[in-house]
């Protein structure tokens, strides 16, 4: 029912060119259907009284049907052709706006190449299928149906043989269908395994040469595509199998009338051209059973790729392109009660009131608990602690790429799930832990940031992020073609521009997600030093493992497991936060501890 639902849109939009198409098929098989018996009138009343005039018009008249049907056939054709494509680039593009509305709990159930997948291969299993459906299957019962009517009103005598063969061939067809629908399911699944294998080595490359393991890449390949080969044989046994047993089927049925046909005729009681006109017909119905047999296959294929497809266009999108504001009611129960809120905030001041969070599946094990921090423009605020804190997931709960378990995300005093998330995505910028660039100039990479920014802004921000030096020194400057995720830069130079892209957002909320990881530590300090130069505008939150960073903060809040095990400044810290002094004597070292604490 849900994948009929997803369909229904597409079958309103191609419904009026795919009932032209069938018309012209319609006209094409019903020209197929009448020349066995004008051939069977040539050879009864034109051959056999030796009337070249019969035969010369009954001849004209076939000629004419056949180009009829031949202008039907490249009717359907091109109609075929243009609805199959339309439809596939329409289905891509739904595919993939609802893939760009999920959140990362919704992309967390597909594999990254399970999508690509579906993308690619399962949109054109689809339309191969619409396009078959329409250049094809509906031509197959018009033939089968028509042929086996001619043929009983040809010959009723003959027509037992039919009664055989047609249930036996129907048969064998349902069987088909049935056997081949989840063997067909498991050759789209080898190949997401396939996918996932080859995504994997190209996007580990690097680490894959560096530790020599490319043979072991190399058996994980071959067992993925041994699992799709198995799959694949075992599928196509189906096709094997049915295939043949089909046409033997038929051509049973073809032996037994040129035995019966052949028997009448010499006893005068049946009429050579209606025998062959018979046998004709007997053929059309071969040949419309094979059809209709292999689109039962594309069929079978198809549905296992539109099941796959709708599990994608089914899921509901977390992150709709509109509006979707939280009700009064929930709203109510979210926020705390009136009495007890503090006074309304800056537009960008960002707080977390009570948060806790736990990953979808998790089973409810929490990597959050009853965080409570408040982040104010003008301030930056380091959240720090050991590996697996939680810090880059508090981060993410700020422009909704989780929302809170529990608990409250404030921006503005107001709560981020009943803000238009277009719009509260608009007055933040996110430099992520792992530096994403995209092909292209730096120029474009940093208009990502902000599409009508100019260069002067685009220089200004390169300055703030400390990487205006390295970008002058290429011959192109700022239109210095970049390669696939930024191959051409270090990992250093890669965090600058990333850096860069987000000021030159101008943003309320400055996220930086760990991001000045391969920087020295004094381009570190110099980068740290403009943004506290330029943060009167904005608030900026540092996700960091670096005490040299929590030091240059006006706030540090200090994440253990998940609690908070500490906040204030770097100097108060050292006094009574045991988790902030033992990250600070794993650093500095034990005797850091006893030198100058900084502004408390």
């Known amino acids: 029912m849900a994948r009929a639902r997803i369909a229904r849109p597409y079958i309103k939009r191609y419904a009026l060119p795919f009932l032209a198409a069938v018309v012209c098929l319609s006209v094409e098989a019903v020209c197929d259907l009448l020349q066995p018996t004008i051939m069977a009138r ?218 019966v046909g052949g028997i009448r005729v010499g006893g005068a009681s049946v009429q050579v051209g209606k025998t062959i006109a018979f046998i004709n017909y007997m053929s059309q119905i071969l040949f419309a059973l094979g059809m209709i047999s292999g689109v039962f296959m594309s069929f079978v294929r198809a549905k296992a790729s539109w099941d796959r497809i709708g599990e994608v266009l089914g899921t509901p999108a977390s992150e709709p392109y509109e509006e979707r504001a939280l009700s009064a009611a929930g709203q109510q129960q979210l926020l705390p009660p009136v009495s007890a809120r503090p006074a309304p905030r800056s537009r960008a001041t960002v707080e977390f009131a009570g948060v806790s969070f736990a990953y979808p599946g998790s089973a409810g094990r929490l990597v959050l608990e009853g965080v409570n921090l408040v982040c104010e423009p003008g301030r930056i605020t380091a959240i720090i602690g050991p590996t697996g804190s939680g810090k880059s997931t508090l981060a993410a709960l700020v422009p909704r790429f989780h929302d809170a378990t529990s608990g409250v995300v404030l921006v503005g005093g107001v709560d981020v799930r009943s803000i238009d998330l277009a719009g509260l995505r608009g007055r933040i910028a996110l430099v992520p832990q792992k530096t994403v660039l995209f092909t292209g100039t730096i120029a474009e990479n940093l208009r990502w940031g902000r599409e009508d920014a100019g260069q002067t802004d685009l220089e200004e921000a390169a300055r703030a992020a400390a990487a205006d030096d390295f970008i002058a020194g290429f011959p192109e400057g700022y239109g210095s073609v970049l390669g696939q995720g930024g191959v051409n830069l270090s990992g250093g130079q890669k965090q600058r521009v990333a850096i860069a892209r987000a000021l030159v957002r101008k943003p309320e909320v400055l996220v930086l997600d760990d991001c000045t990881s391969s920087v020295d530590s004094i381009t570190e300090a110099e980068i740290l030093a403009a943004i506290r130069g330029s943060a009167a505008g904005f608030t900026c939150i540092l996700i960091t493992q670096r005490i040299s960073a929590a030091v240059a903060a006006d706030r540090v809040l200090v994440l253990d497991d998940g609690r908070a095990a500490g906040v204030g400044t770097h100097a108060q810290l050292i006094r009574s936060c045991d988790v902030y002094r033992d990250i600070c004597a794993a650093q500095l070292g034990r005797e850091a501890l006893n030198g100058p604490r900084g502004p408390a």
Do not use: C
Request: no cysteine; hydrophobic share 55%; proline share 2%.
């Open 42 to 259: 040539i050879i009864d009343t034109g051959v056999a009284a030796h009337d070249l005039g019969i035969v010369a018009r009954l001849g004209l008249s076939m000629l004419g049907v056949a180009g009829i049907g031949a202008v039907g056939a490249i009717g359907r054709n091109i109609i075929a052709g243009l609805v199959s494509f339309r439809f596939a680039a329409r289905l891509r593009a739904d595919l993939f706006r609802r893939i760009t509305s999920f959140s990362f709990d919704e992309l967390d159930r597909f594999d990254t190449a399970s999508l690509i997948t579906r993308q690619t291969n399962d949109v054109t299993q689809v339309q191969a299928f619409v396009n078959g459906l329409m250049r094809i299957l509906a031509k197959a019962p018009i033939v089968a149906v028509g042929s086996l009517v001619m043929a009983v009103i040809l010959e009723p005598q003959l027509s037992l043989v039919l009664a055989v063969v047609v249930p036996v061939a129907a048969a064998l067809i349902t069987v088909n269908l049935l056997t081949g629908f989840q063997r067909f399911r498991r050759v789209q699944e080898g190949l997401d395994g396939v996918n996932s294998v080859t995504r994997e080595y190209l996007g580990g490359i690097r680490v894959v040469k560096a530790f020599g393991r490319e043979e072991h890449e190399v058996k994980r390949f071959a067992g993925a595509n041994r699992e799709l080969t198995s799959a694949s044989t075992r599928a196509l046994r189906v096709l094997a199998l049915f295939g043949p047993a089909i046409s033997l089927t038929v051509n049973l049925g073809i032996v037994a009338v040129l035995w």
